[in-house]
């Protein structure tokens, strides 16, 4: 019964940015415990935590990432955000947003429970 979606992906240059989103159907602004983040995957490569953030806000990136994506939440739309500027070819992979309930909120794909279906983007040189 718990769906997330995402939308926001595409195909950009380098250097330019997207905005991904994420609308789920839990009520994130009530949950005492809730994480919520945001993986990738790359051709031949593992899933990779992103970023990640918490019931109160508190954020992680993984560092590949830090300094050029941000995380945020809108509680009243239930729905996540990952801003993801001066991208690089590096980035391109499927994006997923992923909700768990775990006490730890890092950026372990086994803390998470539910998962979006995932939307690509592609970064050109």
């Known amino acids: 019964q718990v769906q997330l979606v995402e939308s926001g992906g595409g195909s950009v240059q380098t250097g330019g940015s997207l905005r991904l989103s994420c609308v789920t159907s839990?009520?994130?602004?009530?949950?005492?415990?809730?994480?919520m983040g945001w993986f990738r995957q790359a051709p031949g490569k593992e899933r990779e935590g992103v970023a990640a953030?918490?019931?109160?806000?508190?954020?992680s990136f993984a560092d590949s990432v830090k300094g050029r994506f941000a995380i945020s939440k809108d509680n009243a739309k239930n729905t996540l955000y990952l801003e993801m500027n001066s991208l690089r070819p590096e980035d391109t992979g499927i994006y997923y947003c992923a909700a768990g309930f775990a006490s730890r909120c890092d950026r372990s794909p086994g803390d998470f429970a539910y998962w979006g279906q995932g939307s690509q983007v592609t970064v050109s040189s």
């Open positions: 953030i918490d019931r109160a806000g508190l954020t």
């Open positions: 839990i009520y994130i602004y009530t949950l005492r415990t809730i994480c």
